[in-house]
């Protein structure tokens, strides 16, 4: 089993950046995509992008390309959020994920909150 514990929300005014951070351990073996989501109140989860295991490929929504960058350093067994000129539309409650080749995303941490004031 993987266990994922996402941390680093907040408040924050638009324009702003924050980081968050996504811990992960346990059965890491075979994890190829670590993902980024959000649900907003009211609205369905958002896809927001994913990194590869390697770090070498990531892939972002149109909603957040070019504003925010996932990253990963596998000797801490930690994948990155870095987001940039925040909006208030980004505000929602934020999970990472796994999964492993050619299957769903299958583990998920308990999302952490991200508020965006205007």
């Known amino acids: 089993q993987v266990q994922l514990v996402e941390s680093g929300g907040g408040l924050v005014q638009a324009g702003g950046s924050l980081r968050l951070s996504c811990a992960v351990s346990g059965d890491t073996f075979g994890i190829y995509f670590m993902g980024w989501f959000r649900q907003a109140p009211g609205k369905e989860r958002e896809f927001i992008g994913r990194i590869t295991r390697s770090g070498g490929s990531t892939l972002y929504a149109d909603s957040v390309k070019g504003r925010f960058t996932i990253s990963r350093d596998n000797a801490k067994n930690t994948v990155y959020l870095q987001m940039n000129s925040l909006e208030p539309e980004d505000t929602a409650v934020y999970y990472c994920?796994?999964?492993?080749?050619?299957?769903?995303?299958?583990?998920w941490g308990q999302g952490t909150q991200v508020t965006v004031s205007s």
């Open positions: 994920a796994s999964s492993r080749a050619g299957a769903t995303y299958g583990n």
